[in-house]
């Protein structure tokens, strides 16, 4: 397996414009999770998936952000409008059940608004 | 909701010592107790995980222990090596696959 696969590893867009970010949990994982990674404020959870279902988005920041998962290979992440305070590194994972493998994460998305 | 903290922030140690990081929680319905390595610029990656139904677990020179009436939770690596060097995060979960909350993390360098 692929791994958990996002995309793109790196954006740079102007503040403002609408951000989208991508993620292919592995195959047969069941649970999705959004993270976002800062030096100020770590690791922290935006929103999560089980059975493409949204569970929780306390940690959703903002209107201005959303996600969706259509079907158990896909989820994005969007940003809209983008704002300076949103550059970080945003990580997918994934996770299957409770087989007790914990998350897999990707190799996340970059984003700078500048 | 859950709340991790985790210590020192920083830990510099000597190749071939020992390194302690230690963590607490709040949510006594927590269960699952994973621990993440992060190299830098890297995806943080699952090293070790236990459960609350045991007390210690060890994979070669890494162990983890945890002490649930305290909600307490630690890692320890021996030997340590330069390849160690990297950020580590404690988390916090009810289950293995429920929302894992993250501890602030602890960057550990190791001098050769």
């Known amino acids: 397996d692929a791994g958990v696969i996002q995309s793109p590893r790196h954006e740079v867009t102007e503040m403002g414009q609408e951000v989208t970010l991508r993620c292919k949990p592995i195959?047969?994982?069941?649970?999705l999770f959004w993270y976002r990674q800062t030096m100020m404020r770590g690791l922290e959870l935006l929103i999560y998936?089980?059975?493409?279902?949204?569970?929780?988005d306390s940690g959703m920041p903002e209107d201005r952000f959303s996600a969706k998962m259509p079907n158990a290979s896909f989820s994005t992440l969007k940003i809209q409008p983008s704002e300076p305070r949103d550059s970080a590194v945003y990580f997918c994972?994934?996770?299957?059940?409770?087989?007790?493998?914990?998350?897999?994460f990707g190799s996340g998305t970059r984003l700078t608004v500048v | 909701g859950e709340n991790v903290e985790q210590h020192p922030s920083t830990l510099s140690v000597q190749e071939g010592d020992s390194a302690v990081i230690k963590c607490t929680y709040s949510?006594?319905?927590?269960?699952?107790f994973p621990w993440y390595k992060q190299e830098l610029g890297k995806r943080p990656q699952l090293i070790i995980d236990?459960?609350?139904?045991?007390g210690e677990k060890k994979d070669q020179r890494i162990a983890v222990t945890l002490n649930k009436t305290a909600k307490h939770f630690s890692l320890h690596i021996t030997e340590t090596q330069p390849e160690d060097s990297a950020v580590y995060f404690c988390?916090?979960?009810?289950?293995?696959?429920?929302?894992?909350?993250f501890g602030p993390g602890t960057s550990l360098s190791v001098i050769p």
């Open positions: 236990i459960r609350s139904n045991v």
């Open positions: 988390a916090a979960s009810e289950t293995s696959y429920d929302k894992v909350i």
């Open positions: 195959s047969g994982h069941n649970s």
């Open positions: 949510d006594s319905a927590s269960n699952y």
């Open positions: 994972a994934s996770s299957l059940g409770d087989r007790g493998q914990g998350y897999t």
């Open positions: 998936f089980n059975n493409n279902v949204p569970i929780d």
